[in-house]
Nanobody, 126 residues
Framework: QVQLVESGGGLVQAGGSLRLSCAAS????????MGWFRQTPEKERECAAA????????YYAGSVKGRFTISRDNAKNTVYLQMNGLKPEDTAVYYC???????????????????WGQGTQVTVSS
C-alpha cells in the first residue's frame, strides 16, 4: 500500500505561482510513475503532468506546457509540481497519483494509476 499526501494548494492571483508537493509512504516510491491530475465539476479528470520513475521522462498537457514543471526527489519520496503564470482556468482540485505497474513508466490515463491522494484545491483569481 502507498499513501499519498498533497500539500501546497491555495488561493493565488492570476500570474502568480504555487508549488504542490506530494509525499508518499513506502519504500518503493522510486519504482513508481507519478502524475498530477486536476479536476473541476465541469470537466473530467485530466493529466496536467506526469513523470517516470527515474525522473528522466516527463509529460505536460498542452494547456500547462511552459508554465508547469514536474519533478521528483526519490530520496525524499516526494513529487512536486511547480506552477508559474497561473491562470483562472487552472482552478481545480489537484490530485497526486502513483502508478505501480509497467516498469515505472508514466501514463496520462487515470485508470493506469493505483494510488491517489486526497486532493488539494488550487484557486486562481482574475
Amino acid at each position: 500500500q502507498v499513501q499519498l499526501v498533497e500539500s501546497g494548494g491555495g488561493l493565488v492571483q492570476a500570474g502568480g505561482s504555487l508549488r504542490l508537493s506530494c509525499a508518499a509512504s513506502g519504500r518503493t516510491f522510486s519504482k513508481y510513475g507519478m502524475g498530477w491530475f486536476r479536476q473541476t465539476p465541469e470537466k473530467e479528470r485530466e493529466c496536467a503532468a506526469a513523470i517516470d520513475s527515474s525522473g528522466g521522462v516527463t509529460y505536460y498537457a498542452g494547456s500547462v506546457k511552459g508554465r508547469f514543471t514536474i519533478s521528483r526527489d526519490n530520496a525524499k519520496n516526494t513529487v512536486y509540481l511547480q506552477m508559474n503564470g497561473l491562470k483562472p482556468e487552472d482552478t481545480a482540485v489537484y490530485y497526486c497519483a502513483a502508478k505501480s505497474v509497467s516498469g515505472g513508466s508514466l501514463s496520462t490515463t487515470p485508470a493506469a494509476y493505483d494510488y491517489w491522494g486526497q486532493g488539494t484545491q488550487v484557486t486562481v483569481s482574475s
